[in-house]
């Protein structure tokens, strides 16, 4: 088939033109739409591949995409030609260098090394994904990718809602991800794109949106996430705000707004009175019920603190989780609630300046672009999406989840489209050792996923010889990683207690040092290391570590009450009653009041309060030992019934130690409770 034909036109002169086989072979063979239609499949599937930072799924990603910006980096290096680079990404990669530059005051290594890698892709998508968008089609290629992205898992959660909702009607969908707030995060992003996609003026056909935007919608509704529900209010009286100040002089314009604002206002009322998890979620807060954002203040307190202990350098990135218990007052969280005062923590106020003026630039030059009378809508919808994002991330730390971030960076770029860029002298010279850095990340991040990949099965394994063996596999892998070592040493004190070789015990002391080498800032490994002396012998050098786990985390109710058992044993009973009456004194304070999750609870704290029943019992004080005895069991049949199942889905290994600790407890107590029970019923007897 001939690829061009000559015809004679009116003037008498010919004109080439191309035949249609042969405009389709140029687009198809197009190499930015090529790169675009990858990115886009990316994107599409991108809440499975990283909603649940799982290294199995995330690292294949990462590595990719680190690997291709170190690639491209170099090549332009090679070229040795002029780079234009616009100032969003001058932002980008002075926040990836000053991350870099925090790893000299980091407490671990292998954490932060994982978290700059996250946010350096955030950088490459970002710059990807706008210089891309200067292809027409591109733009289209990428919201319809996002539209996809939210489509598909709010179509499945509403599938499992629907079949859920018989039993429990208060279900709250979680999605890809490992909790309903990042979920809805996620969709909160992509709902102004897909809005956009229904007000696309060359769509003929825009019902498909119209349902797949509905549908966004309510699942965003049922995993009643209030945070999400307040950033929703916030970006739809901004962006109703926006439409009033693009509207200038014109009054039918104006009402017309104000008309489709209002009856989105009541269709969103109605949502969120119909849709039970949304609905009482709201009520809770309203009575009282409920303290999640109580605690959340307490926790924003702490990371303030820790942000003024270190402004500059910060902690280490990725360091949050083992950093906060320091500055704690509440029990345990991952992330600070804040994805803002979490970054500062991490990286210091510069990092936090930097992303925050990116984010600026970003948002005010879509904004201007549509006020000037362009009217991109999907331009203005990323935009929005970005602030959506921006918004929750004042109550959640949002972005932890990878999907979230590398969404958050498709979004930036896609407003970022037609940001003007300009000739740098340096960026040539530059290219190469930012193409060497990120591949160095992506060579690091691929060792990472082999790890993973390798030491994921060992928890199916019966054979504690073969998980050893493993978990020794994936270290030589991922050798920053102090899981690993962690995990193995655990094995080898299993090992000793089967066959009672001591060799066990020595490989095991090796095997945890190991671990408190690479990852100092964790009080569970020096409740290993103090679990190994204990059988040593050595009770003085356990009671230190012990002591270390509790410098490291003043509200480790665990190394608490495993110091007060140990003095307890060596009748040193003045100490351990002083120790369990700290542990008590915390479940009194705000980290018994303000918990993380409603049903949270501790079972070290009703640990302790065991014992001093046990105390008041012995010293005759009866009803103070019922007491105590009665809450305990009560805070026991909680945490069996309601926080179990949540920790031995995310933690399984630690969720079986933790029931048959719990279940051993709850025999005391209610042995306790029985024995009072009988002695009252003696008095009553002998006093008749």
């Known amino acids: 088939m001939k690829t061009k034909v000559k015809k004679d036109t009116k003037d008498g002169k ?113 710059v990807l994904v706008r210089r891309l968008s200067q292809t027409t089609p591109v733009p289209l290629i990428i919201a319809l990718s996002l539209f996809l992205s939210g489509f598909l898992p709010s179509l499945w959660e509403m599938r499992t809602y ?3 909702a018989a039993v429990d009607p208060r279900w709250r969908v979680f999605g890809p991800f490992v909790h309903p707030n990042l979920f809805a995060n996620y969709l909160l992003m992509i709902l102004p794109v897909a809005t956009a996609l229904v007000l696309y003026k060359p769509f003929s056909w825009r019902l498909p949106f119209v349902v797949g935007t509905a549908l966004v919608l309510i699942c965003l509704f049922l995993t009643g996430s209030k945070g999400a ?30 008309f489709y604002s209002s009856l989105t206002l009541l269709a969103l009322g109605a949502l969120m009175f119909a849709l ?10 309203l009575s009282g019920q409920v303290h999640s954002w109580m605690f959340r203040i307490w926790v924003w307190k702490s990371s303030v603190l820790a942000i003024a202990d270190s402004p500059l350098l910060g902690h280490g990135p990725g360091t949050f989780e083992w ?43 879509a904004l201007r672009f549509a006020l000037e009378g362009n009217a991109r809508y999907l331009q203005l919808g990323a935009a929005i999406g970005v602030l959506a994002c921006l918004l929750h991330n004042l109550t959640e730390t949002a972005w932890l ?56 099965p060992s928890d199916t394994f019966w054979n504690p010889y073969r998980q050893k063996a493993v978990l020794e596999r994936a270290e030589r892998w991922d050798p920053l990683n102090a899981v690993y070592p962690a995990r193995r040493a655990v094995i080898l004190r299993g090992l000793w207690e089967v066959s009672g070789h001591n060799d066990y015990l020595q490989d095991g002391i090796k095997a945890i040092n190991r671990a408190l080498l690479l990852q100092p800032i964790r009080s569970g490994n020096y409740k290993i290391k103090a679990a190994f002396l204990s059988e040593m012998g050595r009770e003085g050098e356990a009671a230190k570590a012990l002591n270390r786990a509790i410098r490291v985390n003043p509200l480790d109710t665990e190394a608490y009450w495993k110091l ?49 029943a046990r105390h008041w019992q012995v010293a005759g004080q009866k009803k103070k030992a ?9 805070e026991l049949k909680s945490f069996l019934e309601a926080y179990l199942p949540i920790l031995r889905y995310q933690e399984p290994q630690a969720a079986d130690a933790q029931e048959a600790f719990a279940k051993g407890l709850q025999r005391e107590v209610r042995a306790i409770l029985e024995t009072i029970h009988q002695n009252q019923k003696e008095s009553e007897r002998k006093s008749r």
């Open 14 to 126: 010919k004109r080439t033109l191309e035949s249609p086989s042969a405009g389709a072979r140029q687009v198809f063979l197009n190499p930015r739409l090529v790169v675009a239609g990858l990115v886009g499949l990316l994107v599409t599937f991108l809440p499975y591949l990283g909603g649940q930072n799982d290294w199995k799924w995330t690292g294949p990603v990462l590595t990719v995409l680190l690997t291709a910006g170190g690639v491209l980096s170099v090549a332009a290096f090679l070229k040795r030609h002029s780079l234009t680079v616009a100032s969003s990404e001058m932002l980008l990669l002075s926040l990836v260098l000053w991350q870099v530059l925090t790893l000299v005051n980091t407490k671990y290594l292998w954490a932060s090394l994982t978290e700059i890698s996250r946010w350096a892709v955030f950088a490459v998508v970002t």
């Open 162 to 164: 629907l079949e859920t």
């Open 229 to 258: 529900f307040l950033s929703l209010g916030l970006v739809g009286f901004s962006t109703v705000l926006f439409w009033l100040a693009r509207t200038k002089g014109e009054a039918s314009g104006k009402k017309r707004v104000l």
């Open 276 to 285: 039970p998890p949304i609905r009482e979620r709201l009520e809770q807060v």
């Open 323 to 365: 950093v906060y218990p320091r500055y704690a007052e509440v029990g345990f969280t991952r992330h600070a609630h804040n994805g803002f005062l979490q970054l500062a923590m991490d990286c210091g106020l510069p990092a936090l300046l930097l992303l925050l003026v990116f984010f600026a630039r970003s948002l005010v030059g």
């Open 401 to 456: 989840a990878t999907a979230n971030l590398l969404a958050l960076g498709v979004l930036c770029g896609l407003a970022q489209t037609g940001e003007r860029e300009r000739a740098v002298s340096w960026a040539p010279k530059a290219a190469a050792p930012v193409g060497v850095g990120l591949t160095l990340l992506g060579l690091f991040i691929l060792g990472v996923t082999v790890g993973q990949w390798i030491s994921s």
């Open 564 to 612: 007060a058992e140990l003095y307890r044993q060596q009748g040193k009973q003045k100490l351990a009653l002083r120790l369990y009456q700290k542990i008590y004194q915390m479940s009194q304070g705000p980290m018994g009041r303000y918990r993380p999750l409603d049903f949270w609870s501790d079972p070290y704290l009703s640990a302790a309060k065991i014992a001093l």
């Open 626 to 634: 019922f007491l105590l005895a009665k809450e305990a069991d009560e």
